[in-house]
């Protein structure tokens, strides 16, 4: 087996560049360089992923759906918006209210039960008032609603908003001003 000549260093040799960085420096300095941009970038993304606007509300324009003139809708009367995946319904007092479709015990789509005046879900049974509240269970809360605005004498409700409630207070109905 032969003997390996050995290896010369250039600072040893006498072969130093003029600017003193020696091609290991050099490529050293590249690999540093580029394991510092590597753990900058795995920080930026990890920082992105954690704060990614999960705090923030992004802030939907509001879509108003028209619903008709505040004189088409009879005290104590409840018309379906399919399209808008809503009832209106007009209280004794004149209020109003646009009650989600939905369940809020499974998601089901609820029907209205205009002999009864009531709110019936066909999955489980819930039944609910003209207000959204609970009458049977399992639905544990009030049906969901969607903001009412009342504009030169025009009911228009804001489908863009859908506002979750535990029960019925009288501060979720619109009068007409």
């Not at 879900?121 to 544990?140: K, Q, T, Y």
């Amino acid at each position: 087996m032969q003997k390996k000549p050995p290896r010369h260093l250039p600072e040893e040799s006498g072969q130093v560049p003029a600017n003193g960085i020696t091609r290991r420096d050099f490529f050293g300095m590249v690999w540093k360089a580029l394991g510092i941009l590597a753990a900058l970038e795995t920080a930026g993304m990890i920082t992105t992923y954690f704060f990614s606007g999960k705090s923030k509300k992004l802030q939907t324009p509001k879509q108003l759906l028209e619903a008709g003139p505040v004189d088409s809708f009879g005290m104590n009367s409840v018309n379906a918006f399919m399209g808008g995946r809503f009832y209106l319904a007009r209280q004794l007092d004149g209020g109003f209210i646009a009650i989600s479709l939905r369940c809020t015990h499974l998601g089901c789509s609820i029907s209205w039960e205009e002999s009864k005046k009531r709110f019936i879900c066909p999955c489980h049974s819930s039944a609910f008032d003209i207000s959204g509240e609970v009458l049977n269970p399992p639905a544990a809360r009030a049906l969901d609603y969607y903001p009412v605005i009342i504009e030169n004498g025009i009911v228009k409700v804001d489908i863009s908003t859908l506002k979750e409630r535990k029960t019925f207070r009288k501060d979720q109905l619109t009068y007409v001003q």
